[in-house]
């Protein structure tokens, strides 16, 4: 074999070793729980294994419609969360309009922060 090859097969094990190393290290970033009584409008159109699930936190491009406590996560809190991507938001209450939604109406409520004072608003696809 040549240097380049070496290098090559070196470079190709060390990225197959962490990928691997990532994968035992992370696990799963939630654990499914179920939660409370389905918020949609009946437009889901997609399938996202997070959607309406309980997380520690929100991932990127994510909303949430609820928080609750859980002493097991970091901050002491876990979101339901909401896929705007995947799935058809439109009527659906949620605590942050996520990328492509608007909202046509929003109120005070108790489900959108821990304190028990948050917005939570009306999404519409734009």
């Known amino acids: 074999m040549n240097t ?3 290098r090559r097969t070196k470079l190709a ?4 070793a962490t990928l691997a190393a990532l994968a035992v290290t992370t696990g799963p970033a939630v654990a499914a729980q179920p939660g409370p009584p389905a918020l ?3 437009n889901d159109i997609g399938s996202s294994g997070l959607h309406r699930s309980w997380a520690c936190d929100v991932p990127s491009g994510f909303t949430w419609s609820a928080v609750r406590t859980n ?3 970091a901050w002491r809190h876990e979101y339901y969360l909401l896929d705007p991507v995947n799935y058809n938001l439109t009527g659906t209450y949620a605590c942050n309009i996520p990328s492509g939604y608007t909202y046509t109406a ?5 489900n ?3 304190s028990g004072s948050g917005y939570e608003y009306r999404l519409a696809k734009v």
Do not use: F, V
């Open 4 to 6: 380049t090859a070496i």
């Open 71 to 73: 002493t097991n996560c």
């Open 40 to 42: 949609s409008s009946g």
């Open 13 to 16: 094990a060390l990225a197959t």
């Open 112 to 114: 959108c922060s821990a």
């Open 106 to 110: 929003s109120r005070q409520g108790n």
